[in-house]
């Protein structure tokens, strides 16, 4: 099975976040050539010529707005203009709003301005990105890959339980609604855009991580342990091999699929 990325051009949006940064490393570590988006150029920049250096690879940043029709399409150009052809899509882009507080807050206080703006990212975002570049591959005749970045609350609904005395980055947490909502429409877009490019050979799955360790607290950790058959939260560098796959022609008869890593999780 070969997991090689040489001679692929990737587009991974949310480059710069805590996943996105292991997963555009782990990308260009196995060949690709990449193109970095995310809503701050200087970090993009930062991450493009870390990888540039280490790996030898063509790395770019390109900071801009994925809810904006105009400056997607304006992006898209430079990269094409940069790259040529873009061979796999990585929608992995998700907001949490610019107050953490108002995107924790009880479903029966939350807020619509906040559910509409993290459906924006979550839904629209990764909307605008799939319609542009699966355009670009069938334009070109790319038999490419789309991956597409759910969550476990996609799947199945949050266990309220954990939350109790836990905590991320000092605040008490849970699951909100609009997070568990706009992930779950991840798996349906995926599964449409299956069916509909299938006959193009551009194959789109989505990859859904369960629990991974991010500056929750202790109790939070132990919690979340407990509902998992393999006892632990996982690591980013555990959901690598399942991108990997998606991405290079090891999965080249996998599509419409949705590949949960979550240490089992939903096996319950």
């Known amino acids: 099975m070969d997991l090689s990325l040489k001679n692929k051009n990737v587009l991974i949006t949310g480059a710069t976040g805590i996943l996105g940064r292991v997963f555009s490393e782990a990308l260009v570590k196995a060949g690709a050539n990449i193109a970095l988006v995310d809503r701050d150029q200087k970090s993009c920049d930062e991450l493009a010529k870390e990888l540039r250096e280490k790996y030898v690879v063509q790395a770019e ?21 940069d790259f040529k052809q873009i061979h796999v899509l990585h929608n992995n882009a998700a907001y949490k709003g610019d107050d953490l507080r108002r995107f924790f807050e009880p479903y ?43 969550s476990i609350y996609g799947v199945v ?14 605040m008490p947490i849970n699951t909100p609604a609009v997070y568990s909502a706009s992930k779950a ?43 998992v058959p393999l006892g632990r939260m996982g690591q980013p560098s555990e959901l690598l091999g399942a991108l990997l796959f998606l991405a290079s022609d090891a999965s080249s008869y996998v599509t419409g699929q949705n590949l949960i890593i979550d240490g089992g999780l939903t096996a319950w």
Do not use: C
């Not at 206080?109 to 909307?127: C, H, K, P, R, T």
């Not at 609904?157 to 000092?170: A, N, V, W």
């Not at 995926?190 to 202790?218: C, F, H």
């Open 157 to 170: 609904g949050p266990d309220q339980r954990i939350y109790e005395g836990s905590e991320y980055l000092g």
């Open 61 to 81: 940043g390109y900071a801009f707005d994925i809810t904006n029709e105009k400056l997607v399409v304006e992006n898209f150009a430079k990269i094409i203009k």
């Open 108 to 150: 029966e206080n939350f807020s619509l301005q906040v559910w509409n703006e993290v459906m924006n990212v979550n839904v629209s975002g990764m909307f605008l990105m799939s319609r542009t570049v699966g355009e670009h591959m069938v334009k070109n005749k790319i038999q490419g890959s789309i991956i597409q970045t759910s």
């Open 185 to 227: 429409a991840v798996v349906g877009l995926t599964k449409y855009l299956a069916t509909y490019w299938g006959d193009k050979g551009i194959r789109v799955n989505t990859l859904t991580p369960g629990g991974m360790e991010s500056g929750q607290n202790e109790v939070f950790k132990a919690n979340y342990s407990r509902r």
